[in-house]
C-alpha cells in the first residue's frame, strides 16, 4: 500500500512542480491581510482550473505598484479605474475585465465618494466644508479624494488650499468614518457604500452616520459625487495572451453564487465597461500622469533627505569657515600692505639719507683728490723754485733757462688755481660742458702722472692713438677719472716686478662712441669683486673708502657715458665708453 501512495506522488509531483508561477497584484488601499482574504478564494479558483500556471496573490499599495511594475514583476492587475489607466498609458497594460459589483449596479457606475458626517451634522455646500475637519486617506485614492477634488474643481475650489483643515491620515479607510463618530472629525472623504458596508456588518452602529450632499443614484448606496467605473482586471504587457484568454474565460464563468465571488464581494466578471469619463477626471483637475503620495514615500526617502540636508549643513559650514579664512587672509594682507608701505617709507627716508651722506663722503673724497692733486703743483712749484735760486746762484746767469723756470712755475700756479675752482664747482654740483678733445687729455694727463709713474717705476705705453676724438664734457672731471683710473693701475701691480709693470692706454673708436680703455698687467679680480667694483665703500684698501670707481662711473655717466671693467691675461681692463660729439 505505500509503494502505491509513493508511486502515484511520483506521478503527480512532476506535474505540480512544472506549473509556472504567475503573479497577481492587487491594489490595496485597505490592510493587507483584508485585501488577501477578499481576494486569495479568487485566486484559488483560478488556480484550480489552470493547469501549467500558477497565480500569486500580491496585495500592494499604489506606490509599490509603480515600482514593481517597472520590473515586470506581477502579470495581471485588479485596481481602480485610475490606476488601471496609469498602467496603460505608461507601461502597455490591456484592459481584460471590468468587476461588477454586489446589488445589481452598472459597473460603468460604481465608483464615487461619499461625504460621511454625523447625523447632528447640516452640511448644505461644499462651501460650508471649508471651515470643518476632513480627513481622507490619501490624496491618491480614486473612489474619496480625487473623485471629491473634481467636485470641488468644478465649483472653483482648490483642495489643498482652500481646505486648511483638511488631513490625510492613511490607511485603513475604515478608522476615518470612526474618527467621524468619535467626533475628532468633522467629515470623511470615503468611498461610496463603505458606511453602508460597515454598518450591514455591525461596524458601525445604523444611523449615527450620514452621507452629506447626496446625488440621486440608481444604486443602494448615497454618494456625494459622480459615479465612475467599477475595479478592473488588466494583463501586463509580459503576459502571455494564451494565459489572459484562459483566466479570462474562468472569471467571466464565475456566478455570484461562487464562494470566490462571495468573498471578493462581487457579482461576477463583465466585458470592460466605458472609461472614458476617468479621462475627461484626471484631465479636469490636472492630474494626469497620476501622481505618487508623498505620505507613502516619506518614510523612504527620509534618510536621503536627511543626508542631503546634512551635505548642505557641512557644505555651509565649509563655506563659512572659507569665508572667515578669507577674511583673515585679507587683514592679514592689509597688514602686510601697510608694513609694506611703512617700511618703504622707512627705507625712503634711508636712502634719502644715504645720498646725503654719499654726497658729503664724495665732497670729501673728491677734496681729499684735489688736495692730492694740489700738492703735485705745489712741490712742482718749490722744485722749480729752487731750480730758479740755483741759477740765480750760476756764474754766468743762464736767463733763458731761468725764464723757463718762471713760466713753469706760472702754469703749475695757474693748475693750482683751476684744481681749486673745480672743487668750488664740484660742491656746488655745477660742471662745465665744452668739447674736450681726449687724446690732447690722455697726454696732458701722462704728463701729469709722469711723477707717480716713476714713483712706482711703472712704464705707460700709449697704443692706437687717435687724432680726432672729440667729446662733449668737463675736461678736469674727465682727467679726475683717468687719473683715477691710471693710478689704481699702477697700484694693481706693485707686487710685480718692476719689468712686468706695464700700463696700457688705448682710445679707439667704437661706431657712435670713443672708447678709452686703461690696462694693467696685475692679478685682477676675482668674480665677487668684480660684480662690486662700483659699489660703495668696496675698497681692498686699508685705507681706502670705496669711492673712487664709484665717482668714476658716476663721471661718466654725467657725461651719457658707461663704463665696464673686463677680465684679461693678465690684469684687468676699465673702459669708458662715451659718445662722439655730434657736428654743429
Not at 476 to 486: A, E, G, K, S, W
Request: aromatic residues 6%; neutral net charge.
Amino acid at each position: 500500500m505505500i509503494t502505491l501512495v509513493c508511486f502515484a506522488l511520483l506521478l503527480t509531483a512532476p506535474q505540480v512542480l512544472a506549473r509556472e508561477q504567475v503573479r497577481l497584484a492587487v491594489l490595496a488601499f485597505d490592510a493587507p491581510d483584508k485585501v488577501r482574504q477578499r481576494w486569495q478564494p479568487t485566486v484559488d479558483y483560478l488556480n484550480a482550473h489552470l493547469e501549467e500556471h500558477k497565480l500569486v496573490l500580491l496585495a500592494l499599495r499604489p506606490h509599490q505598484v509603480d515600482r514593481l511594475v517597472q520590473h515586470q514583476s506581477f502579470d495581471f492587475f485588479i485596481g481602480n479605474a485610475v490606476k488601471s489607466l496609469q498602467l496603460k498609458q505608461r507601461h502597455g497594460s490591456s484592459q481584460l475585465l471590468s468587476l461588477k459589483p454586489l446589488g445589481g449596479r452598472d459597473p460603468a457606475f460604481a465608483v464615487g465618494s461619499a461625504i460621511v458626517t454625523r447625523k447632528s451634522q447640516q452640511i448644505g455646500s461644499l462651501q460650508a466644508l471649508r471651515s470643518k475637519q476632513l480627513v481622507s486617506v490619501s490624496q491618491q485614492a480614486f473612489g474619496g479624494f480625487i473623485a471629491f477634488w473634481r467636485e470641488l474643481d468644478q465649483q472653483g475650489l482648490a483642495p489643498l488650499s482652500d481646505f486648511p483643515y483638511l488631513k490625510f491620515v492613511g490607511f485603513p479607510q475604515s478608522k476615518l468614518l470612526h474618527q467621524v463618530l468619535s467626533g475628532s472629525a468633522d467629515a470623511a472623504i470615503v468611498p461610496t457604500c463603505l458606511l453602508e458596508h460597515m454598518e450591514n456588518s455591525g461596524q458601525l452602529p445604523r444611523g449615527e452616520l450620514t452621507v452629506a450632499l447626496a446625488r440621486d443614484t440608481d444604486g443602494p448606496c448615497a454618494s456625494s459625487t459622480q459615479l465612475y467605473p467599477y475595479s478592473s482586471l488588466s494583463k501586463m504587457g509580459h503576459t502571455s495572451n494564451r494565459l489572459a484568454a484562459q483566466v479570462t474565460r474562468l472569471l467571466l464563468d464565475l456566478y455570484p453564487t461562487n464562494p470566490a465571488a462571495i468573498a471578493g464581494r462581487y457579482e461576477g466578471w463583465t466585458v470592460p465597461v466605458d472609461d472614458s469619463h476617468v479621462y475627461a477626471l484626471l484631465k479636469e483637475i490636472r492630474l494626469w500622469p497620476f501622481d505618487a503620495d508623498w505620505r507613502e514615500f516619506w518614510p523612504q526617502v527620509t534618510p536621503y533627505l536627511l543626508g542631503l540636508a546634512a551635505l548642505l549643513m557641512l557644505g555651509y559650514v565649509h563655506h563659512l569657515r572659507v569665508r572667515a579664512m578669507v577674511t583673515r587672509r585679507t587683514a592679514q594682507l592689509r597688514q602686510e600692505m601697510a608694513d609694506h608701505r611703512q617700511t618703504q617709507e622707512e627705507l625712503e627716508q634711508q636712502q634719502r639719507g644715504f645720498y646725503k651722506a654719499q654726497r658729503v663722503l664724495l665732497t670729501g673724497e673728491m677734496a681729499s683728490g684735489i688736495a692730492h692733486e694740489l700738492n703735485q703743483p705745489l712741490a712742482s712749484i718749490r722744485y722749480l723754485t729752487q731750480g730758479c735760486q740755483y741759477r740765480l746762484d750760476s756764474d754766468p746767469l743762464d736767463k733763458s733757462a731761468l725764464n723757463q723756470g718762471l713760466e713753469r712755475i706760472a702754469d703749475q700756479t695757474d693748475r693750482a688755481r683751476e684744481i681749486i675752482r673745480k672743487l668750488r664747482e664740484f660742491c656746488a654740483r655745477s660742471s662745465r660742458q665744452e668739447p674736450v678733445d681726449l687724446s690732447i687729455l690722455v697726454n696732458e694727463t701722462l704728463a701729469l702722472m709722469a711723477p707717480d709713474c716713476r714713483h712706482n717705476r711703472c712704464q705707460i705705453e700709449l697704443r692706437e692713438p687717435v687724432s680726432a676724438g672729440v667729446i662733449t664734457g668737463d675736461p678736469t672731471l674727465l682727467q679726475q677719472v683717468l687719473v683715477n683710473l691710471m693710478r689704481n693701475g699702477m697700484e694693481a701691480m706693485l707686487s710685480l716686478p718692476q719689468e712686468q709693470r706695464q700700463l696700457e692706454i688705448a682710445l679707439t673708436h667704437s661706431g657712435d662712441e670713443l672708447c678709452l680703455s686703461v690696462r694693467d698687467r696685475g692679478p685682477g679680480l676675482s668674480d665677487d669683486k668684480l660684480a662690486r667694483l662700483f659699489l660703495p665703500f668696496e675698497s681692498d684698501k686699508p685705507e681706502g673708502l670705496g669711492l673712487g670707481m664709484t665717482i668714476c662711473k658716476r663721471i661718466v655717466e654725467e657725461h651719457h657715458g658707461r663704463i665696464e671693467a673686463q677680465r684679461q691675461q693678465p690684469g684687468l681692463a676699465l673702459i669708458c665708453h662715451f659718445p662722439l660729439r655730434s657736428t654743429p
